[in-house]
């Protein structure tokens, strides 16, 4: 493998020139630009031809031995041609490059299965009906009551976690001192821990107790939700505030302008970008809950339901767990769509969040 | 407009740390007073308990009394706020507020106050606070641009008419030049003349021609010895500060012959 590199090094322009015995202090022998993706095809052609000849073809396995190859043989023949130091830079390069395919194959994977699975019923019809008065194997029903109950109940539970979530943020940075914040810190970092079927027996423990037992809607799953959204809002708020320059406080402060209205005016509108980015991660970690919703907002429901404080509440995660309970071909069909229709909504919500963040970003153009 | 500080026997502790021992100075009104001295001997801390900026860090704090023209700001009933719209600031680094485009932040001081100005107002205001700070010609036609996208110089110069925008009786400047290139210097130094027509100035400057060359009188700070507080050593006349110094220290100080 390597005789031929070393040839096609030595002749290739600008890198593989000869050493001269003078002056050549700067100048070193490297190989060409198009040698890592040609040495990669040949790998990757050679191992498929083995493979195939040893009938032992699979693409997994094509993958993973062309890597193990290319990284061998690249970090050979660099540092046969080049030196040790480019030898261990390529070798590294190139466990970068397969750690990050690595990290998106499940990704892709992911995305992939569920758009192929999810296209099958996704249309303006599964979209825009609910299951009231659908046998669960009939073909037929949809999933708008969930729709509106997930955007409802996570609504809520937005406008209960942002304001409680970001002014403990800016209690922590601007205002907290000593034990007080310190508690206030621990306990936030204790609730990001709490595992999400807690924060639903929680309510259901708090629920049997103000409104007695068998009470289920969404906004108990709104308040479970919000248990897990708020340390996660304070999280990264806080990160964000303390990303501000302490100077710009005080150019504020300078001018005369007090505390409060510097937090409001200043501070919050040049941290906004980030924040509504982390408002939005909180968001997305909630929406997808189920174990909390199916014991707070209920599991039942077929029908729409406008009202967050009667009555159970049907959710898109909680819609696509007691689909596939259910275990007919049909079921799986609307899991799928279902969990389709989530994604799009959980992408929705960061592209509105972008261009929030674009809208209201600290401008520095001339 | 311009007032008189007049400061007495003042202390700045952070927490229990002396940093600042027994100032006493009195600096005129319509003048430009430089201070002075090597790095960490407390200037700029003696600086911001003018204009109780030095509250903003946890744990500060003085004893003594700083007199403007006849209200002591350390009073117990007097409002921080309040001070610092009569004694404004401008810092070492250009710190314009990079959500606001350069219009907004010359007027920032009241619109950050919730003050209603009229349009016609609030266009006066900018036009005579940038030409006060001689920038008016370098940025009428963009002033819907950032502010962050000025110059360093420029920057500055900026911040300076955002301070003066508020109408205070002193201006703080807290190393105005440190930052900028010669050209900008020479502008902001320019621009402090000027001002000294109508503002109480005080500069902390570690250039010493700077302070020879803006200000009428210098105040020269040194710490007393390692790990002990700074002190003021000697204040007077800038001419005779920069040519016969009482103090053997001061000396030692302008001539570069600093032990």
């Known amino acids: 493998m390597t005789t031929p590199t070393r040839q096609t090094s030595a002749g290739a322009p600008g890198g593989g020139a000869t050493p001269s015995p003078t002056g050549g202090l700067l100048l070193s022998r490297s190989l060409p630009r198009f040698f890592e993706p040609a040495l990669l095809l040949v790998l990757a052609a050679v191992v498929g031809g083995a493979l195939f000849l040893t009938g032992l073809f699979n693409v997994p396995l094509l993958a993973v031995v062309t890597l193990l190859a290319y990284m061998v043989t690249i970090t050979i023949a660099s540092a046969v041609v080049e030196n040790g130091r480019k030898a261990k830079d390529r070798l590294v390069t190139a466990v970068v490059y397969a750690c990050f395919a690595l990290a998106m194959v499940p990704l892709v994977s992911l995305l992939w299965t569920v758009i192929v699975n999810g296209l099958q019923r996704l249309d303006g019809y599964f979209l825009t009906v609910s299951m009231n008065g659908v046998t669960p194997s009939m073909d037929a029903g949809g999933v708008y009551h969930a729709i509106i109950g997930t955007l409802m109940i996570t609504g809520l539970a937005a406008v209960i976690s942002i304001p409680i979530g970001l002014m403990t943020a800016i209690y922590l940075v601007e205002y907290g001192r000593g034990r007080l914040k310190q508690a206030i810190t621990f306990f936030v970092d204790v609730m990001t821990g709490i595992p999400s079927i807690v924060a639903g027996l929680f309510v259901v423990a708090l629920w049997m107790m103000v409104f007695g037992p068998g009470k289920t809607n969404g906004a108990a799953g709104a308040i479970a939700l919000s248990v897990l959204m708020i340390p996660v809002v304070v999280r990264s708020c806080e990160e964000m505030l303390r990303l501000v320059p302490n100077e710009l406080r005080e150019a504020s402060y300078a001018l005369g302008v007090p505390k409060w209205l510097t937090i409001l005016k200043v501070v919050l509108p040049t941290a906004i970008a980030g924040i509504t980015t982390g408002i939005m991660l909180a968001l997305a970690r909630v929406i997808g809950e189920t174990a909390p919703l199916i014991l707070t907002a209920g599991s039942s429901a077929v029908a729409i339901n406008w009202n967050l404080f009667n009555g159970q509440m049907m959710s898109l995660p909680v819609f696509i767990y007691s689909q596939v309970r259910m275990g007919n071909a049909i079921n799986y069909e609307r899991a799928w769509a279902a969990a389709l229709t989530l994604i799009v909504i959980v992408m929705l919500l960061f592209f509105v969040a972008r261009l929030v963040s674009r809208f209201f970003a600290p401008k520095l153009g001339r | ?259």
């Open chain 2, 1 to 259: 407009m311009a007032k008189r500080i007049d400061v007495s026997g003042l202390h700045v502790y952070y927490g229990d740390f002396l940093a600042v021992e027994d100032v006493s100075m009195t600096i005129e009104p319509r003048s430009v007073t430089a201070f002075i001295g090597s790095s960490g001997c407390g200037k700029s801390t003696f600086l911001r308990t003018l204009n109780r900026m030095h509250e903003v860090t946890p744990g500060a704090r003085v004893q003594g009394k700083v007199m403007l023209d006849d209200q002591d700001i350390y009073a117990p009933d007097v409002d921080p706020v309040a001070v610092r719209r009569e004694i404004g600031m401008v810092f070492q680094r250009p710190n314009p507020f990079p959500t606001m485009s350069i219009y907004d932040n010359v007027i920032a001081g009241a619109k950050l106050n919730n003050k209603r100005l009229s349009k016609s107002e609030a266009d006066d205001l900018v036009e005579r606070s940038l030409r006060g700070a001689n920038l008016w010609d370098e940025v009428k036609d963009r002033l819907g641009k950032p502010g962050a996208g000025l110059s360093g110089g420029q920057q500055q110069r900026l911040c300076i008419a955002r301070a003066i925008a508020v109408e205070p009786a002193v201006l703080l400047m807290d190393e105005p030049c440190s930052a900028l290139d010669p050209i900008s210097t020479l502008a902001i130094e320019d621009l402090i003349s000027k001002l000294k027509e109508s503002y109480t100035i005080v500069i902390v400057t570690h250039n010493m021609q700077q302070a020879a060359r803006v200000s009428d009188v210098t105040a020269f700070f040194n710490l007393a010895g390692t790990g002990k507080p700074g002190k003021l050593i000697e204040m007077g006349e800038t001419n005779k500060i920069f040519t016969k110094p009482e103090k053997k220290e001061t000396e030692n100080y302008i001539t570069g012959r600093f032990g």
